[in-house]
């Protein structure tokens, strides 16, 4: 019999523990700048997701019930489904943890069913909306320990006068753009090819020495603007309001057909490659319904459990259980139960043995998950309302009323 589906996997629960703490930090960052949460269905209308997806996108999607549905590629075209039918108040801020699916081939740290984490904002076209991302990028790399990270800018704005001062427009424009997407993954040489096969090499040269330009910021903007000087614009807009370091990167595409504007990645180094990436998509909401300003971002869960997974790999959580109630003899197990509710009720996680096992069992089954702390119960302690707290650690033991038991528990 076959395991899981092509692409996806089982996630134990030592992984789930890493994987919810991760979500946890992110959840918490987006929720110290007011973001709210939102969830949409898994499956979409297959126009709905075809509406702006483009020809990459769309034959990523898991189509299904025969046509009619498929199983969403990102979070942000059911926010814009959903925010173009609400009349929600401006600036519309949402945040939504959830799965998506991709039929890509998988490769090593990529699968085909995956967390993605967004936020976005909806009803403002002002670049404080960008600058306000890039700063909860900056926090939540922060969260995790990585104080150092490249913050890559960009607006289609000036990437599109590019391609019209050159001449390169329609479905060449689009072909050059998914071309340029690829550096990462393909490399400079590579990319060089596969642009002199759309646009011819003389084209190709040109294009290339304007994106490969040199320089800081003042100097990369100032070459921007002969090509877009409201993109340009909008970027030194966004540099002004951030107290980070972000440098203007005019390689930097994001392949996606619905962006707009300002554009943007963080990367953590050579290695990690992008863990975040998002820009602005003013014009996606108004094909579902009401037309309205949007900007977002989408933080790469994966790539961040795998580097808090490598972090804490020498002290893997296997439960949240802080002490196991161990039975002396079976029929002291409705004490055991009184005991462990009296714990739960105080805000400590623990857990009873439900296999009538002996106590040395009992003690080996603690110890697999390293449970710290077992509360043995038997005639004397149900007598006297107390258990025999043991630290599972060394092995020393102390009889306390329930109430101290608890306090010391939790380090009181």
Same mark, same amino acid.
Do not use: H
């Given at each position: 019999?076959?395991?899981?589906?092509?692409?996806?996997?089982?996630?134990?629960?030592?992984?789930?523990?890493?994987?919810?703490?991760?979500?946890?930090?992110?959840?918490?960052?987006?929720?110290?700048?007011?973001?709210?949460?939102l =969830?949409?269905? /898994?499956?979409?209308?297959?126009?709905?997701?075809?509406?702006?997806?483009?020809? =990459?996108?769309?034959?990523?999607?898991?189509?299904?019930?025969?046509?009619?549905?498929?199983?969403?590629?990102?979070?942000?075209?059911?926010?814009a489904?959903?925010?173009?039918?609400t009349?929600?108040?401006?600036?519309?801020?949402?945040y939504?943890?959830?799965?998506?699916?991709?039929?890509?081939?998988?490769?090593?740290?990529?699968?085909?069913? !995956?967390?993605?984490?967004?936020?976005?904002?909806?009803?403002?076209?002002?670049?404080?909306?960008?600058?306000?991302?890039?700063? @909860?990028?900056?926090?939540?790399?922060?969260?995790?320990?990585?104080?150092?990270?490249?913050?890559?800018?960009?607006?289609?704005?000036?990437?599109?006068?590019? /391609?019209?001062?050159?001449?390169?427009?329609?479905?060449?424009?689009?072909?050059?753009?998914?071309?340029?997407?690829?550096?990462?993954?393909?490399?400079? /040489?590579?990319?060089?090819?596969?642009?002199?096969?759309?646009?011819?090499?003389?084209?190709?040269?040109?294009?290339l020495?304007?994106?490969?330009?040199?320089?800081?910021?003042?100097?990369?903007?100032?070459?921007?603007?002969?090509?877009?000087?409201?993109?340009?614009?909008?970027?030194?807009?966004?540099?002004?309001?951030?107290?980070?370091?972000?440098?203007?990167?005019?390689?930097?595409?994001?392949?996606?057909?619905y962006?707009?504007?300002?554009? !943007?990645?963080?990367?953590?180094?050579?290695?990690?490659?992008?863990?975040?990436?998002?820009?602005r998509?003013?014009?996606?909401?108004?094909?579902?319904?009401?037309?309205?300003?949007?900007?977002?971002?989408?933080?790469?869960?994966?790539?961040?459990?795998?580097?808090?997974?490598?972090?804490?790999?020498?002290?893997?959580?296997?439960?949240?259980?802080?002490?196991?109630?161990?039975?002396a003899?079976?029929?002291?197990?409705?004490?055991?139960?009184?005991?462990?509710?009296? !714990?739960?009720?105080?805000?400590?996680?623990c857990?009873?043995?439900?296999?009538?096992?002996?106590?040395?069992?009992?003690?080996?089954y603690?110890?697999?998950? /390293?449970i710290?702390?077992?509360?043995?119960?038997? =005639?004397?302690?149900?007598?006297?309302?107390?258990?025999?707290?043991?630290d599972?650690?060394?092995?020393?033991?102390?009889?306390?009323? @329930?109430?101290?038991?608890?306090?010391?528990?939790?380090?009181?």
């Amino acid at each position: 019999m076959k395991l899981t589906p092509k692409g996806m996997r089982d996630i134990g629960p030592e992984d789930m523990f890493i994987r919810e703490e991760a979500i946890g930090r992110i959840r918490q960052t987006f929720q110290s700048f007011g973001y709210r949460p939102l =969830e949409t269905p /898994a499956m979409e209308y297959l126009e709905t997701l075809r509406a702006k997806a483009g020809p =990459e996108v769309d034959k990523q999607i898991f189509v299904i019930d025969g046509g009619e549905y498929g199983l969403r590629f990102d979070l942000t075209v059911p926010l814009a489904r959903y925010a173009s039918a609400t009349d929600a108040p401006k600036p519309f801020k949402r945040y939504a943890i959830d799965v998506v699916w991709r039929k890509e081939e998988p490769q090593r740290g990529r699968f085909r069913e !995956f967390y993605q984490a967004d936020v976005d904002i909806v009803g403002s076209l002002s670049m404080r909306c960008e600058s306000e991302l890039l700063t @909860i990028a900056s926090a939540i790399c922060g969260a995790f320990g990585f104080p150092e990270r490249r913050i890559l800018l960009n607006n289609r704005k000036i990437l599109d006068g590019i /391609a019209s001062k050159l001449g390169i427009g329609g479905d060449a424009k689009g072909e050059v753009f998914r071309v340029l997407d690829k550096l990462d993954k393909i490399g400079e /040489a590579e990319v060089e090819k596969l642009l002199g096969e759309i646009v011819g090499n003389e084209k190709t040269g040109e294009l290339l020495s304007i994106i490969r330009a040199k320089g800081d910021n003042r100097s990369r903007l100032a070459l921007a603007a002969k090509y877009s000087e409201e993109g340009a614009r909008e970027l030194g807009e966004i540099l002004a309001l951030c107290d980070f370091v972000v440098e203007v990167d005019l390689f930097l595409v994001r392949g996606l057909g619905y962006y707009t504007g300002p554009v !943007f990645e963080i990367k953590l180094s050579e290695g990690i490659g992008t863990v975040m990436a998002g820009g602005r998509y003013d014009g996606l909401l108004g094909i579902y319904g009401q037309d309205a300003p949007a900007v977002g971002i989408s933080v790469g869960i994966e790539r961040l459990v795998t580097l808090l997974a490598e972090q804490k790999k020498a002290i893997l959580k296997k439960t949240d259980s802080r002490v196991f109630v161990a039975c002396a003899k079976p029929e002291f197990y409705p004490y055991a139960a009184q005991v462990a509710a009296e !714990f739960r009720k105080a805000g400590i996680a623990c857990e009873t043995d439900l296999n009538e096992r002996s106590l040395r069992k009992q003690f080996e089954y603690a110890n697999s998950l /390293a449970i710290p702390f077992a509360a043995i119960v038997g =005639e004397r302690e149900k007598k006297d309302k107390s258990v025999t707290l043991r630290d599972m650690s060394g092995g020393k033991e102390e009889v306390l009323p @329930i109430q101290d038991a608890i306090s010391r528990l939790l380090g009181r």
